[in-house]
């Protein structure tokens, strides 16, 4: 079988999976976060946490929970990696220095997964499964439960009340992720990951580290976190054996973000509403996909940094799948892809990562930009622009737009000031424009809460460990309060009734419309730094 | 063009506005100015021809802003001006007899004005009738009646009364005056942002913190290439990018959208007002006067007694040659419309008075009147006629001829009925493409209404309506979301009125009316209301179609200026010259006359507003895209490379 051919039937067996997988699931978390019961367990849960899980949230007072219990992850975790060497299966690997621990807290916390740190080297299995891996859950779950809160905002109308978040935060990780993972943990065992508390195996008289990989592994890609138990992250055998789990571990990375435009148009009363989101964010990562499947088929050594078992098709499709959502496993090394090639990996997190993006962020990010786009549209038909029925005005196109701008704020602030750095020098691998995409990589995956390395730069200097720490912060939870403010001042609003003259907001135009919009500010934005580096890289 | 003497009139003040106090209202000039400043210290400190030239039509960049706005407000001040030439100094006789400047006037001062006086405040006529001439307001020279009671009430300051006496209650202050409210409105004096440019001013910061951010990390960036660049290279990079084409014309978009209405006699009290029209879900529309005719048509010449037919039309024509009013010119259409012969031109003509209640001419001997029928003395026949067709909803008009012994003789009756206005079918037809439902509201009968809502094509009637039902049927509208608009003239309308998000009163109508709505049209005309929707969504699409075009202008100057800012380094780049641009300077300096030259291109349309025609939302935006967004996008290509042509030959550039 050529490689085309293979390819395309793998990729044809991905896109198969997740339309079968689509309406079921998608129908389901509709269901999850609009059902009146709760759970045994999560009665016990809300007991001993003390929350009344009937009792609904303004948006600031969910703002708070968010910001609170994401602080409190983060302070935690810090604390587990600051005193590991008290843990059990610490495997004498001693304790995480204060730099490190700093940028790790932040990168779980804030569902980024980006890594400073070689994990069987430094991180015990006990810091792994108490600490990294439950955050692999709750920060999705918090992403998740952010995207509903502003879904409610749009169904809602004329209430203050957004939902609570404990409750989305308790289903979103009982119910669907929990479940998901479990039996995608087994199937990954099936399939030979590999599942043991030792710190490594004998193979051939060498020894070679190993861990408790498939439950990581399985929320890894499920929770778009992208942190792997093993430096080599989704190129390592015991992460990702074959074929088979490469393609399975990229339906579980796309599997809820695409099922979530699903949800959110079981929610809105109108299912064409999640289809033309999901078409949106279909077509940028088609596109995206061929751009880099052709650039790395056609580079000067093609196979350079690829997995030979995965091939050029089974690496561009994994590598389009973890910057379009905000994974950031990676099962080849982007530094070596072609300047092209990387470079379409690199604006796929430009693009804000809304293709289909993260669990939960991936939604918010994109409604955020329909905002945008509906806005300048709704002007150019003469009336006061509206979506999903809400008008958008002051503070909704404020709340929309403090949302946009954090990213490319954190982004250019930081990569601006590690361009300049004498230090930055020493800890790239390569000078001149490729080196520029280096930074540009560090920062972007830092910002857009990706955690993908692009490689070839060491980046556990102190500048590095708290600048990228404070991008992975700002980019997570500036954008969620914001989307917070924006659900609130939306649930608050009157419904406007859909008349001949409202914008429809389900066709090709429309589509459009958002695509072009999400491509348009990711250009506008980036070309000048992207013309220094992958552009004049893939000029040469 | 227009525009031309309107420009170099508007330079003096656009100079004016280069006060940066000034500048600080729209954030993304208020950048192009600080940008203008920090370039021309580079050309003072370190002068090139370059340098100079990139200062100088930054400052021009500025300039053509301040003038676009100059101009818009210019116009109004034109309009303003030629206002407070009608606002005579009056002197208010009050009617204890003391004699007051029209400026010391109170709230509820009475005032007497006689024939030939001018109405020293806005007011209410409280005593007597008379006819006034509002040429001076309303531009329509044909003097209208005023009496106290009923809906015909009101007076304006300014006005002059020809005929009569009337006494008049002064109902606002001095300074607050209708007129001085309509000075203030076209002067832009109290011009505040109104929402939906607030929420655009947002976008546009939002867009100019991107850009900022993309061109100062810019720098580093270059450091780091080995190729770093000058401040006055990256302020043009900068101010290029920024949306300033429509940063340029914001205010003066609104300013002539204001414009616009006051132009078709329409007074907002606020620029909400105008933006709340283009947002209309449902038009309630008066059926008489404005669906239709009113009762001023006439449809039927109905002879009494002895009387011919020839005779009847014959006498009615006679009787209404010199009439100029709807009803009589359409007495004269129904008579045949032969026009007066030059024996029929030495009659005298008996105006209508608001005492006889009749017109009608004295040729010869002759003596012909015709008027309402409470004015003559009716046989029961004539009576019998009358009385059904008051019933069935029309207007009678009795003829009658006094022979020369004085002898007077009823000839027979006019019909004037309800004719649906020509033209109302298609308007209604273009609303619902608008997406605005139309709903007709009548005193008839519901099956009266029916008939003439089926042939008007409104979407709905509301029959028998009471004023409380029309401000019931308001309040369920907005329960569901729509915004409502109508327009009333009466004391009983003000509530509704007010309660509409957007309520047109008539110049005719009382001042309740007129303080409860939020627009005032001169002309009187509730066909307006159409317009005023119109011109509303104009101002939106306007400012939303600029600044589509102005983000999609900053592809090409990528095209322009990046290849010329880091060819040197990565010769690669030189590539994306796609515009072949003669030398890195030439490609700077054209992009940044390209970005000062298409603001002032733009002016008439800002001014004039982009074409409207109704149609759905989706064939609105797809044409809008096209233009404004491909338009946008291909313009500047061209635009640039023909401005380096020239500019390639300065020396120093080229």
Redesign the interface.
């Known amino acids: 079988m050529s490689p085309l051919v293979a390819g395309l039937l793998q990729t044809g067996i991905l896109l198969t999976a997740l339309a079968v997988v689509y309406r079921p699931l998608g129908d389901y978390m509709a269901r999850v976060f609009t059902a009146k019961g709760h759970l045994k367990a999560e009665r016990a849960i809300y007991r001993f946490a003390r929350i009344n899980p009937d009792a609904e949230q303004k948006w600031s007072t969910y703002a708070y929970g968010v910001l609170g219990f994401s602080f409190v992850g983060i302070v935690f975790l810090y604390v587990v990696q600051r005193v590991q060497s008290l843990l059990p299966f610490g495997f004498d690997r001693g304790d995480i220095g204060p730099g490190m621990a700093f940028n790790t807290a932040i990168s779980f916390v804030a569902n980024t997964n980006w890594q400073s740190y070689v994990p069987e080297a430094v991180m015990g299995h006990a810091v792994q499964m108490i600490g990294l891996t439950v955050q692999n859950f709750v920060s999705a779950a918090v992403g998740l439960a952010v995207a509903i809160a502003l879904v409610r905002g749009f169904v809602r109308h004329q209430t203050d009340r957004l939902g609570n978040f404990w409750v989305d935060l308790v289903r979103g990780t009982l119910r669907i992720l929990l479940p998901i993972a479990f039996i995608g943990a087994i199937v990954l065992i099936a399939f030979g990951v590999t599942m043991s508390l030792k710190s490594g195996v004998d193979v051939d008289g060498q020894v070679v580290a190993n861990a408790p990989v498939a439950s990581q592994e399985v929320i890894k890609e499920l929770g778009t976190n992208g942190g792997g138990v093993l430096n080599a992250n989704s190129a390592h055998p015991f992460e990702n054996p074959g074929e088979w789990t490469n393609l399975i571990e990229i339906f579980l990375i796309l599997v809820i973000p695409v099922a979530l435009t699903r949800t959110f148009g079981r929610l809105a009363g109108d299912r064409k509403q999640g289809y033309v989101l999901l078409s949106v964010m279909g077509v940028i990562w088609t596109a995206m996909l061929a751009v880099i499947w052709a650039a790395e088929a056609n580079g000067i050594r093609p196979l350079e940094g690829k997995e030979l078992r995965f091939g050029i098709p089974g690496s561009a499709l994994f590598a389009n799948a973890t910057t379009g959502t905000s994974t950031g496993a990676v099962n080849s090394l982007h530094d070596s892809y072609t300047g092209l090639g990387g470079g379409a990996a690199l604006l796929n997190m430009l693009f804000g990562e809304m293709t289909p993006g993260g669990v939960g962020t991936g939604l918010y990010s994109i409604l955020v930009m329909a905002i945008i786009a509906m806005f300048l549209a709704g002007l150019m038909v003469g009336r006061t622009p509206e979506y999903l029925g809400k008008k958008l005005g002051r503070k909704e196109v404020t709340a929309a737009a403090v949302s946009i701008l954090a990213m490319p704020t954190v982004l250019l602030i930081g990569a601006g000031i590690a361009a300049v750095l004498p230090s930055t020098q020493g800890a790239l691998n390569n000078p001149g424009e490729h080196g520029l995409s280096e930074i540009l990589y560090a920062y972007a995956s830092a910002s857009n809460n990706n955690g993908s390395a692009f490689g070839g730069i060491t980046v556990t200097n102190d500048w590095f460990q708290s600048s990228l720490g404070l991008c992975m912060l700002f980019g997570r939870f500036v954008p969620i309060v914001a989307v917070l403010a924006l659900a609130g001042s939306l649930a608050a609003q009157k419904k406007v009734p859909v008349t001949a003259g409202t914008l429809p907001t389900t066709g090709p135009l429309f589509a459009t419309l958002l695509t072009g919009s999400i491509v348009l500010v990711a250009a506008l934005t980036f070309v000048p730094a992207l013309a220094l580096g992958p552009i004049a890289e893939a000029l040469l | 063009m227009t525009t031309k003497p309107g420009l170099a009139a508007a330079l003096p003040e656009a100079l004016k506005k280069l006060d940066p106090r000034h500048q600080l209202r729209s954030p993304v000039m208020f950048v192009v100015w600080a940008g203008s400043l920090l370039v021309t210290v580079f050309a003072v400190t370190d002068p090139s021809v370059f340098t100079i030239a990139v200062a100088a039509w930054l400052w021009f960049t500025v300039l053509f802003a301040n003038l676009a706005e100059a101009v818009a407000e210019g116009r109004g001040k034109a309009q303003a001006d030629s206002l407070r030439r009608t606002k005579k100094d009056a002197v208010a006789r009050l009617v204890d007899g003391d004699v007051v400047a029209g400026t010391e006037l109170k709230i509820g001062d009475l005032v007497v004005v006689e024939a030939g006086e001018v109405v020293p405040g806005d007011g209410d006529v409280v005593e007597g009738i008379a006819t006034v001439d509002e040429s001076a307001i309303t531009g329509e020279s044909a003097p209208v009646i005023r009496e106290s009671g009923g809906d015909r009430c009101a007076v304006t300051g300014g006005t002059t009364v020809l005929s009569d006496r009337i006494v008049v209650r002064i109902t606002t202050k001095p300074g607050e005056s209708f007129v001085d409210r309509m000075i203030a409105l076209v002067e832009g004096a109290e011009r505040q942002k109104t929402?939906?440019e607030?929420?655009?001013t947002?976008?546009l910061?939002?867009l100019t913190?991107?850009?900022l951010?993309?061109?100062?990390?810019?720098?580093?960036?270059?450091?780091?290439?080995g190729g770093e660049q000058s401040v006055v290279v990256l302020t043009a990079?900068l101010v290029c990018?920024i949306p300033t084409t429509i940063g340029a014309l914001l205010s003066a978009i609104g300013i002539a959208g204001m414009d616009r209405l006051v132009q078709r006699n329409v007074l907002a009290t606020s620029g909400k007002a105008v933006?709340a029209a283009?947002?209309i879900?449902t038009l309630l529309l008066d059926k008489t006067g404005t669906i239709t005719w009113g009762n001023r048509r006439a449809t039927e010449f109905i002879p009494v007694g002895p009387t011919s037919d020839e005779t009847l039309v014959a006498a009615a024509r006679l009787a209404s040659l010199a009439d100029d009013t709807p009803e009589g010119r359409s007495i004269l259409e129904l008579a045949g419309g032969e026009p007066a012969s030059e024996h029929e031109k030495t009659g005298e003509f008996v105006p209508f008075t608001a005492q006889t209640r009749m017109s009608g001419i004295d040729l010869g001997e002759r003596s012909i009147r015709k008027g309402a029928a409470s004015a003559f003395e009716l046989t029961d026949t004539a009576r019998e006629i009358v009385d059904e067709i008051s019933a069935q909803g029309g207007t009678p008009l009795v003829v009658a001829e006094n022979d020369h012994s004085g002898n007077g003789k009823v000839l027979g009756i006019i019909r004037l009925s309800d004719v649906v206005k020509p033209g109302m079918r298609e308007r209604f037809a273009e609303l619902?493409?608008?997406?605005?439902?139309t709903v007709m509201v009548t005193g008839d009968n519901p099956l009266t209404a029916k008939a003439i809502a089926e042939e008007a094509g409104v979407d709905d009637f509301l029959a028998e309506a009471k004023p409380e039902d029309k401000m019931a049927l308001i309040r369920k509208e907005q329960e569901?979301?729509?915004l409502v608009a109508m327009t009333g003239d009466g004391t009983n309308d003000a509530p509704a009125l007010a309660q509409a998000d957007v309520g047109v009163a008539m110049n005719t109508g009382t001042s309740a009316a007129k303080e409860a709505g939020n627009m005032v049209d001169l002309d009187s005309d509730p066909t307006k209301l159409i317009e005023i929707v119109e011109i509303?969504?104009?101002?939106?699409?306007t400012?939303?179609?600029l600044?589509?075009f102005s983000?999609a202008n900053?592809?090409a100057k990528?095209f322009a200026i990046?290849p010329a800012m880091?060819a040197a380094i990565?010769p690669?780049?030189d590539?994306?010259n796609i515009m072949h641009l003669a030398t890195p300077q030439s490609a700077i300096l054209s992009a940044v006359i390209f970005n000062a030259l298409v603001i002032v291109a733009l002016i008439p349309l800002a001014l004039k507003g982009v074409r409207?025609r109704p149609s759905?939302?989706?064939a609105?935006?797809?044409r809008?895209?096209l233009i404004?967004?491909l338009g946008g996008v291909v313009t500047p290509f061209a635009g640039i490379w023909l401005i380096d042509l020239l500019v390639r030959l300065i020396p120093g550039i080229g």
């Open positions: 929402p939906n607030i929420a655009l947002i976008l910061s939002t913190i991107i850009f951010l993309a061109v100062v990390a810019l720098q580093p960036f270059a450091i780091y290439s990079l990018l933006e283009g947002d879900d619902r493409a608008m997406g605005i439902r569901g979301g729509r509303g969504k104009q101002l939106l699409i400012r939303g179609a600044t589509t983000v900053d592809l990528y990046l880091f990565y690669a780049l590539r994306l409207y759905s939302a989706s609105l935006l797809r809008n895209l404004y967004g």
